[in-house]
């Protein structure tokens, strides 16, 4: 099989459950109670915990296209080295993965792309995760020779796997690690006015309307890390509950939110 063979890329409703499903998992909030996909949407899920119906809106805050760096497809040394790793792990057997490898050097040419691919791929293997799981690694998770991130190449800042239920080919690619976004008060209010107007066709319906924000789930370079002035802004809403979700580490904030939607 060819080293640039494209993996059947994962569907909304795919990606969906696996971002409810890793935040129910993470949430201490509603004890392990499962979430329904609803057939008709909004909301995208429901949840009853404790004789209580809420409904759950997801929506993504930001995709990987538009803030992200991609080199899935470029004649590049870390294109080279995302198509041997996927060929490295073919050949040990491993099971179709989603990879996005975060650089954070540009040192990734000449005789360090070999190396480069064969510990990316060793890696891999050490934490190959279940479907419907998500990992991500970084040096603080790796122990050799009697010590925490030892043997971690300097090259890498983390690696994110991700396995999806039905994946028949390897999809891995490299991102820029570089672009993060601190104060994203604008970003998390536009969100939420986006989803505010559906809220009239079914809240009379729940008990409790929560919204779910989540950066896009398999590229680092499109992750938001609020920071202490964006988590401890108020928001505009009508949800009786909104939290923001990164899907890689489990990170869950809630948002504090104040009835109407006036900006």
């Given at each position: 099989m060819?080293?640039?063979?494209r993996?059947r890329?994962?569907s909304?409703q795919e990606?969906e459950d696996?971002?409810?499903?890793?935040f129910?998992?993470h949430?201490d909030?509603?004890d392990?109670?499962?979430?329904s996909?609803?057939?008709s949407?909004p909301?995208?899920?429901?949840?009853?915990?404790q004789g209580r119906r809420?409904?759950?809106e997801?929506t993504?805050v930001?995709?990987?296209?538009?803030?992200?760096?991609?080199?899935k497809?470029?004649?590049?040394?870390?294109?080279?080295?995302?198509?041997?790793v996927a060929?490295k792990?073919?050949s040990r057997?491993?099971?179709?993965l989603?990879i996005?490898?975060?650089?954070?050097?540009?040192?990734?040419?000449?005789n360090r792309r070999?190396?480069l691919?064969?510990?990316i791929a060793?890696?891999?293997v050490?934490?190959?995760p279940?479907v419907?799981c998500?990992?991500?690694?970084r040096?603080?998770?790796?122990?050799?020779g009697g010590?925490w991130g030892k043997?971690?190449?300097?090259?890498l800042h983390?690696i994110?796997?991700?396995?999806i239920e039905?994946m028949?080919?390897f999809?891995v690619s490299?991102s820029?690690?570089?672009?993060q976004?601190?104060?994203?008060?604008?970003i998390?209010?536009?969100?939420?006015?986006?989803?505010?107007?559906?809220?009239i066709?079914?809240?009379?319906?729940?008990?409790e309307?929560?919204l779910?924000?989540v950066?896009e789930?398999?590229?680092?370079?499109?992750?938001?890390?609020p920071?202490?002035?964006?988590?401890a802004?108020?928001y505009?809403g009508?949800?009786?509950?909104?939290?923001?979700y990164l899907?890689?580490?489990?990170?869950i904030?809630?948002?504090?939110?104040?009835?109407?939607?006036d900006?």
């Amino acid at each position: 099989m060819p080293a640039n063979s494209r993996a059947r890329k994962p569907s909304t409703q795919e990606l969906e459950d696996a971002f409810i499903s890793g935040f129910l998992k993470h949430s201490d909030l509603l004890d392990g109670s499962a979430a329904s996909r609803l057939a008709s949407d909004p909301p995208d899920f429901e949840v009853t915990h404790q004789g209580r119906r809420i409904a759950i809106e997801l929506t993504e805050v930001l995709k990987a296209d538009e803030h992200g760096s991609s080199l899935k497809n470029a004649e590049s040394s870390r294109g080279w080295i995302c198509r041997e790793v996927a060929d490295k792990l073919r050949s040990r057997g491993i099971r179709p993965l989603w990879i996005s490898v975060a650089f954070s050097s540009d040192n990734t040419t000449g005789n360090r792309r070999d190396s480069l691919a064969e510990q990316i791929a060793a890696i891999a293997v050490r934490h190959d995760p279940a479907v419907g799981c998500a990992i991500e690694v970084r040096w603080q998770d790796e122990f050799s020779g009697g010590e925490w991130g030892k043997s971690w190449p300097v090259e890498l800042h983390s690696i994110h796997l991700l396995r999806i239920e039905g994946m028949d080919e390897f999809e891995v690619s490299s991102s820029d690690i570089g672009w993060q976004q601190g104060e994203c008060r604008e970003i998390l209010q536009a969100a939420i006015v986006r989803k505010e107007g559906d809220l009239i066709r079914y809240a009379p319906r729940y008990d409790e309307t929560w919204l779910l924000l989540v950066a896009e789930g398999i590229a680092p370079s499109s992750f938001l890390d609020p920071n202490a002035e964006s988590r401890a802004h108020e928001y505009a809403g009508s949800f009786t509950r909104a939290f923001f979700y990164l899907h890689f580490g489990g990170k869950i904030v809630e948002l504090r939110l104040r009835r109407g939607c006036d900006g």
